[in-house]
T-cell receptor, first 114, second 114 residues
Framework: DGGITQSPKYLFRKEGQNVTLSCEQN?????MYWYRQDPGQGLRLIYY???????QKGDIAEGYSVSREKKESFPLTVTSAQKNPTAFYLC?????????????FGDGTRLSIL | AQSVSQHNHHVILSEAASLELGCNYS??????LFWYVQYPGQHLQLLLK??????LVKGIKGFEAEFIKSKFSFNLRKPSVQWSDTAEYFC????????????FGGGTRVLVKP
């Protein structure tokens, strides 16, 4: 079945460490997105990529980095510069960033700071 | 920047009661509008969407939403809820000129008592 796979489901990090969240899709979608979900704040866009080797900052990019070396993969690194990294992280994709179609979402990764 | 407001953070109601969740957005141009639902332990799923045409949109599971342009609103309704409608509901907006960059509301947690 086609879909978006995020791993791991739960992730724990010590303060000061960088950590990378995985997002893989086999939907042949060009565009991919990373959101952060906090209680009462909905989802906020961190980074997005319209096509391979391209990515752009979203609304809350500080303390995060991404890469898009392959069409199916869009890993998110939470760096030590992110002051409040504990959150639920969601990856999404869509065939074409300029289309009107709704985004498909993965199951998410819950990141906690030890 | 646009914003999306969902007025109710928590809603508790009994089975067979009617549900209405408010959503207002601030953006002067043309928009695409979405309602997503997140059932406990599941990923975010599209409930319904509005791109153009009839402002009354019907979605899955008996939900509908009405786009009122003059009020910048896109309220979600269901005439008679079931226990299985217990979930968190998110309204999302993307300006047509901005590609597929979604702005989400803060979400409304709905608890339906059996």
């Amino acid at each position: 079945d086609g879909g978006i796979t995020q791993s791991p489901k739960y992730l724990f990090r010590k303060e000061g460490q960088n950590v990378t969240l995985s997002c893989e899709q086999n939907l042949n979608h060009d565009a991919m997105y990373w959101y952060r979900q906090d209680p009462g704040q909905g989802l906020r866009l961190i980074y997005y990529s319209q096509i391979v080797n391209d990515f752009q900052k979203g609304d809350i990019a500080e303390g995060y980095s991404v890469s898009r070396e392959k069409k199916e993969s869009f890993p998110l690194t939470v760096t030590s510069a992110q002051k409040n990294p504990t959150a639920f992280y969601l990856c999404a994709s869509i065939r074409d960033h300029s289309s009107n179609q709704p985004q498909h979402f993965g199951d998410g990764t819950r990141l906690s700071i030890l | 920047a646009q914003s999306v407001s969902q007025h109710n953070h928590h809603v508790i109601l009994s089975e067979a009661a009617s549900l209405e969740l408010g959503c207002n957005y601030s953006y002067g141009g043309t928009v695409n509008l979405f309602w997503y639902v997140q059932y406990p332990g599941q990923h975010l799923q599209l409930l319904l969407k509005y791109f153009s045409g009839d402002p009354l949109v019907k979605g899955i599971k008996g939900f509908e939403a009405e786009f009122i342009k003059s009020k910048f609103s896109f309220n979600l309704r269901k005439p008679s809820v079931q226990w299985s409608d217990t979930a968190e509901y998110f309204c999302a907006v993307n300006p047509k000129a901005a590609g597929n960059k979604l702005t989400f509301g803060g979400g409304t947690r709905v608890l339906v008592k059996p």
